[in-house]
């Protein structure tokens, strides 16, 4: 993947992830609910189940307040100031499935919606909001026997400082001390942090839900802060891998490999990224051919045989994206790499954008192909 | 304790963490540097060596924003709107050292600092704000082994879900798989929720600090959610300790014995808590005096003599506060218990109040204590 392609990533980052097949309230259904990721005991904002927005915001002096989300190019969606203080708006159509990050204009500046959990996004921590998918079954918390997921601090010589990871280990891990597991690293895209997967992506859930369907060989997934944000300035295009790929495969990888019960050889550890993630996991997977056996990008570039011809082939590459990215793209290049000879397989999520719901998708079609072979 | 003592306690919440040593800013230092909780590449809020805090926010179209710290009793401190469409302003005097919550109210609407991370406190999530402390040391991240924090779901029965729970490793808990380990329960204060030792009170980094020293023997800490801000409607003062008791001695410890390598008697189980935490450590341990033999109570109220009697004599008391607070009160309950021949110890955090200055001040202090006979 070439530079001018993570920038093209990264301009998609930018459109709103409303559908673009329903535009009028005409038919509004009235079960507006509070959404998932709302604050104990906070009401608004609240979705329906056709997948429009709602939101209130208290500021009785204020004159005016615009919400983020909404339809491409409008601005978002403009609230309206009740005569009790209160700021109340409905998107203008219904939002893709998932998860949105979002925000509040109030007065000209940019604050959260207290009504929300906040998510690290747009390097900042951002509002965040759940529009409930048909298959949200797949991510729900259930009750089933539930992973850990562990913030390490692991040494790290070449940026002088302890850095943060989190370490999902999947249910049962501390009971049987001697059973030992593969490892998937598992990267954020450009404006996230290592929070993301856990927080937005619910990768912990998607893990315990699979492995207790037994439809995925339990495995460890470690996340760490991919320093895609750390480029100004000069900007994303100045971004070298360098520092990062020798925090990961030089300081977190052993680290990893000390203090949790892996399998430390190629054939059981995997690289994924989603966005400027997957850059980084493109990258990394072919500096490095001895060290990772299972690649994946989601939304995030493809591999193509001619950059790989001369390397051993690893036992998966997985690409996959939004419907309402690039699938001719994703399909196009899995198509090449099956016709060169390598295990390919490729994923659309259907009517979903570079968000996260598309990688929420993505992570449970990858799993149960990660370690079987 | 009694319900009457649990009000008082957050009626001292609610108060300023300001110091009234110094109210002038005739001497104000010109050593302003970005607070340690500032979100990633944020300049703002700032604090001086002298402890005053330094805001700036902006909202061109605004017309009031004022800072819910500063002087108890003036409603904060006002920003003063400047011709670039940022508002601005320093508290009128030093903060007291140590964490501080606070929020800002936007033309009458309750907002988040974009500038901060923010922290569960007030059943909400707030900015924070860090004034750098003398004794900051003991709380820092440092180049020592450092143990694991893990978010562990546990099944409960009684409430019909999956609760969260955050549970501290020490360093080489990973390595040494036949070691086992004592456990201290540690409880958050109202409005707060499982997240605040970990995030705002660095229980991990005072425990990584104090185990590199050889201060402390390593032991687990597990810290979750006790239901003390379920109690609407009807207030706290219709707060029962029932269900958290069942959720924490009948599901929680059971499982962290299940799941962790603990040594599962009373004589290597602790409880402390801070604020409304301490009411319930208070509570729970006078009502199952066969789990835990070591307790602490954080600005959290006190034990006499009389309410144990003819129960088996803990191996520690430990009770402490800010000497803003009651010191009297907790050096006086201490001293009947010596003289009754218990093993108590009180602290006093010096020029702290109720705040986490105050507690991890408290932990750095208990924690050598425990385990130890």
Redesign the interface.
């Known amino acids: 993947m070439r530079l001018r392609s993570i920038t093209a990533i990264l301009a998609t980052v930018l459109t709103c992830g409303i559908s673009q097949a329903q535009t009028t309230q005409g038919n509004l259904a009235d079960d507006f609910k509070p959404s998932t990721f709302n604050?104990?005991?906070q009401e608004y904002p609240q979705v329906n189940s056709q997948g429009y927005a709602r939101f209130r915001?208290?500021?009785?002096?204020?004159?005016?307040i615009r919400v983020s989300l909404g339809l491409g190019g409008r601005g978002g969606t403009k609230l309206t100031k009740g005569t009790d203080?209160y700021f109340t708006g409905t998107t203008e159509g219904p939002m893709d499935e998932g998860f949105h990050y979002y925000h509040?204009t109030?007065?000209?500046?940019?604050?959260?919606d207290?009504g929300t959990?906040?998510f690290y996004g747009s390097?900042?921590?951002e509002s965040g909001i759940e529009i409930p998918a048909h298959d949200k079954d797949f991510y729900a918390?259930k009750?089933v026997p539930?992973g850990?997921?562990?913030?390490?601090?692991?040494?790290s010589k070449s940026t002088n400082?302890?850095r943060r990871a989190f370490?999902y280990?999947p249910p049962g891990y501390?009971?049987d001390?001697s059973k030992k597991y593969p490892v998937l690293y598992l990267q954020h895209g450009w404006g996230e942090d290592e929070t993301a997967w856990?927080n937005q992506g619910h990768a912990?859930l998607i893990m315990d839900n699979l492995i207790s369907e037994n439809k995925a060989t339990p495995f460890i997934i470690v996340m760490t802060y991919g320093m895609t944000?750390d480029v100004?300035p000069g900007g994303i295009r100045n971004f070298k891998i360098d520092a990062f790929q020798t925090v990961l495969t030089e300081e977190l990888i052993p680290y990893v490999d000390?203090?949790?019960?892996t399998i430390a050889n190629k054939a059981h550890r995997a690289m994924a990224g989603l966005s400027m993630g997957g850059m980084e996991t493109h990258t990394i997977t072919l500096n490095k051919p001895d060290t990772f056996d299972y690649y994946a990008l989601l939304s995030g570039g493809t591999y193509n045989p001619e950059e790989m011809a001369g390397k051993s082939k690893p036992k998966l590459i997985f690409i996959s994206c939004g419907s309402r990215e690039r699938p001719d793209g994703v399909n196009n290049a899995v198509a090449a790499l099956k016709g060169a000879g390598y295990n390919a397989v490729s994923y659309v999520s259907d009517k979903t954008g570079h968000e996260f719901q598309t990688w929420r998708r993505s992570l449970h079609q990858l799993a149960p192909l990660l370690f079987k072979n």
């Open positions: 604050q104990p005991g915001i208290k500021a009785p002096q204020a004159d005016s203080g509040l109030v007065d000209g500046g940019v604050f959260n207290p959990l906040n390097t900042r921590w918390l009750s539930h850990h997921v562990q913030q390490i601090l692991f040494p400082t302890s370490v280990t501390e009971k001390k856990s912990n944000n100004r000390a203090n949790f019960r």
